[in-house]
């Protein structure tokens, strides 16, 4: 199936270790502007917290950016274990903010690397997705008699039309699943004896 599962929520979830507080917070990020804009309003929701460690991929596959930070905590004890979770999980266009209230315990560094990461499992396995499906957009221009057949192979091929203009022609612009283009074309042109061929619009 193509595709790939994106965070269907914003969602927390609250751990505690040693007294210190530790608070994932999971949403989707199609930019990276939008993981940041995230953080910055975690910020601004807990500014009395002791640290606001930060992973984000944004993407998927070979076409992934990412990002991460320690927020003061020692050196790869805080960023690396919570990004190490993220990548593992199989889930694109995800940022994640942990954000940690300090109880007075020290915990080291391989007790941080643990409680970040636990934090970040915990929050991913009650995390709701759902699978963002890769579509792109095909032009179709037909005459009025074969308008009505279209419509309905667009529908059982799950596309969805954009925008639509009746001139001389009718003019069709609809999204659609990659897995269905190929198909959708041959049954247009099946369906019209060759005289209307969808056109990929996208590059």
């Known amino acids: 199936m193509n595709g790939y599962l994106v965070p269907a929520e914003t969602h927390r979830v609250t751990t505690m270790v040693s007294n210190s ?4 917070s999971v949403a989707r990020a ?10 910055a309003g975690i910020r601004q929701e807990m500014p009395d917290a002791t640290h606001h460690v930060y992973a984000f991929r944004v993407g998927y596959g070979n076409s992934v950016i990412e990002g991460m930070s320690d927020d003061g905590e020692p050196s790869g004890t805080a960023g690396p274990p919570v990004l190490a979770v993220v990548r593992g999980s199989d889930i694109g266009d995800i940022v994640m903010v942990v954000t940690r209230y300090f109880g007075g315990t020290k915990l080291g560094t391989g007790g941080l690397v643990r409680a970040y990461g636990d934090a970040a499992r915990a929050a991913l396995e009650s995390l709701k997705t759902e699978r963002k499906i890769e579509r792109k957009t095909l032009g179709i221009e037909t005459p009025y008699t074969f308008y009505q057949p279209i419509r309905r192979l667009v529908d059982e091929h799950e596309g969805v039309v954009d ?5 001389g022609d009718v003019t069709i612009l609809a999204s659609f699943p990659l ?17 209307v061929s969808p056109v990929v619009l996208d590059s």
């Open 21 to 24: 507080r530790f608070i994932a």
């Open 30 to 39: 199609n930019t990276v502007d939008e993981a940041k804009a995230f953080l």
């Open 179 to 195: 897995d269905q283009i190929e198909t959708f074309t041959s049954a247009v042109i099946e369906l019209t004896a060759g005289n």
């Open 163 to 167: 925008e639509e203009e009746f001139a």
